[in-house]
């Protein structure tokens, strides 16, 4: 048996799973709750079928359990494994039939969703197959980067947290939230910085396969590539749903990058400040 081949019967199982709790729940982010623990799971598998005897896949298998560790204390602590579904998906549900949604449900964030979960750790399988290859200084800088824009992903989530905290003591206290959503930090250059760290990540993964083969030219890119595209979809969404709450978000696009992160425009509109 294959690393491989192993890797595709637990994400198959993992489908099952995702799709039978949501018609049972009725709860549609059961992905959302695997999304952080799967592809740690799938990376060790191809550093386990090398005998733990592979630098490059240790290195690899270690930078992206810090990432899973990381992201499943964030998702952990704003409620994500007590049943919360993630705003979005009532939204699009409203939007849709019943039966046009279960569609959606299972194509898109049952299969879709969790076939990029398995695309993006494949760079693993190339590693696999090129192991033994030695380990030299761009792998250490990959590691050092994929560390870094954790460190940034954490920054990011941490501001986000705080301004949130604050939101609601302000809401408590009977006073109006001003600014009534986070432009301060990391997203005063980006709008979605968490965004950008996330998907860098999992450019940096590709990039170790790449380098473990020798050659860029390495179909795993489509891992990196389809989670890029579905983070813009999402952020299109997402986006959609904001201004609609937010009509001044308008302006903060327009001033700021919507996720790499960059200088901002000349602000069109002052950001009241906080008391």
Not at 134 to 146: E, R
Not at 157 to 175: H, L, M, P, T, V
Not at 187 to 201: D, G, I, K, L, Y
Not at 227 to 235: A, D, I, P, R
Request: contains cysteine; hydrophobic residues 50%; aromatic residues 16%.
């Amino acid at each position: 048996m294959t690393p491989l081949l192993v890797v595709i019967i637990i994400a198959a199982a993992i489908c099952a799973f995702c799709w039978i709790a949501s018609l049972i729940s009725g709860d549609t982010s059961w992905v959302d709750r695997i999304w952080s623990i799967v592809p740690v799971v799938y990376i060790w598998v191809f550093a386990g079928f090398a005998g733990l005897q592979d630098v490059r896949l240790d290195i690899m298998a270690a930078v992206v359990t810090v990432w899973g560790a990381r992201l499943t204390f964030n998702f952990a602590r704003k409620g994500g494994y007590s049943g919360v579904e993630d705003y979005r998906w009532p939204v699009l549900r409203g939007r849709m039939k019943p039966w046009q949604f279960q569609l959606f449900n299972f194509f898109f964030i049952v299969l879709y969703q969790n076939t990029i979960l398995v695309l993006i750790t494949l760079p693993g399988q190339t590693a696999y197959e090129h192991r033994g290859t030695a380990v030299g200084p761009l792998d250490i800088l990959l590691a050092v980067l994929f560390l870094a824009f954790t460190a940034g992903e954490t920054i990011a989530d941490q501001q986000q947290w705080n301004f949130q905290a604050w939101k609601r003591a302000e809401s408590a206290a009977g006073r109006e939230p001003s600014p009534r959503f986070l432009q301060r930090g990391l997203f005063s250059a980006s709008r979605h910085p968490n965004f950008f760290f996330e998907q860098a990540q999992w450019w940096v993964v590709f990039f170790f396969g790449a380098v473990a083969a020798g050659s860029l030219l390495q179909w795993t890119v489509v891992g990196a590539f389809l989670l890029t595209v579905l983070f813009v979809g999402s952020t299109i969404f997402t986006e959609a749903i904001t201004i609609s709450k937010y009509p001044e978000y308008a302006a903060y696009q327009r001033r700021v990058s919507p996720i790499v992160p960059w200088f901002p425009r000349s602000r069109d509109t002052a950001e009241p400040a906080r008391a």
